[in-house]
């Protein structure tokens, strides 16, 4: 089956460094890449989409100048948080989908802790 | 805009025992799908079931079933049967599939933590 591969699984960093986080669809190609903030106990939070080859769209209230989504390629996106605070600290999770048809496959999540 | 709701923040159920999780929706678009995933501890997001709005009979899945009552825009997610091994955080999510359904975005509802006692 379908395979997203997010890394890293977990990450701290003091506060003001940037952090990237990688997902990267291992079989397939993913025409479109979603990213998702999800708080302890809390829903899933669509922060942006992002398509191959084209600028990211941000939902509203997320920073894009402090979230900076990048997709090189149909197999990989990138999610960079920049200039990190404490109140960054959270579960980012990616998913990706080929057409609608395959459905969504997400990534196994990221672990931010900013101190 | 689109928009899910799911009213229990927790559900306890005895193994072996069938529990329905609550789901109403709301959208302007007349095409839409809607999911339901499952999220243990770990955090990896697990697929359980899909449901389209133009769907006739509703979806089963397995132990899973989705009592889908368009009219009332409602998904509920019927589990049966429960094991120890369902204890885990349950979404509903919704994707619009028509007019409003180029982005392919799917947006989740606020989760219920199900418990399964021995």
């Known amino acids: 089956g379908a395979v997203v591969s997010q890394h890293p699984s977990w990450v701290i960093c003091k506060s003001g460094t940037s952090v990237k986080i990688e997902c990267r669809s291992l079989?397939?190609?993913?025409?479109?890449m979603f990213w998702y903030r999800q708080f302890p106990k809390q829903s899933l939070m669509l922060m942006a989409t992002?398509?191959?080859?084209?600028?990211?769209?941000?939902e509203q209230g997320v920073e894009k100048d402090k979230f900076l989504i990048n997709h090189a390629s149909l197999t990989l996106s990138t999610l960079t948080v920049t200039s990190a605070h404490p109140e960054d600290s959270s579960f980012y999770i990616c998913?990706?989908?080929?057409?609608?048809?395959?459905?969504?496959?997400f990534g196994s999540g990221t672990r931010l802790t900013v101190v | 805009a689109q928009k899910i709701t799911q009213t229990q923040p927790g559900m306890f159920v005895q193994e072996k025992e069938a529990v329905t999780l609550d789901c109403t929706y709301d959208?302007?678009?007349?095409?839409?799908?809607l999911f339901w995933y499952k999220q243990p501890s770990s955090g990896e997001m697990i697929f359980l079931i899909y449901?389209?709005?133009?769907?006739?009979q509703n979806a089963t899945e397995g132990r899973y079933s989705l009592n889908f009552q368009k009219a009332r825009k409602s998904a509920n997610l019927v589990i049966s049967a429960s094991q120890l091994g369902d204890s885990a955080m349950y979404f509903c999510?919704?994707?619009?599939?028509?007019?409003?359904?180029?982005?392919?975005?799917?947006?989740f509802g606020t989760g219920t933590l199900l418990a399964v006692q021995p």
């Open positions: 998913s990706a989908i080929r057409n609608r048809e395959d459905g969504y496959t």
């Open positions: 992002s398509n191959e080859g084209s600028k990211a769209t941000y």
């Open positions: 079989d397939f190609q993913a025409t479109t």
């Open positions: 959208t302007s678009d007349p095409s839409y799908g």
């Open positions: 999510a919704m994707r619009e599939e028509g007019y409003g359904g180029a982005t392919n975005k799917l947006i």
């Open positions: 449901q389209g709005s133009y769907d006739q």
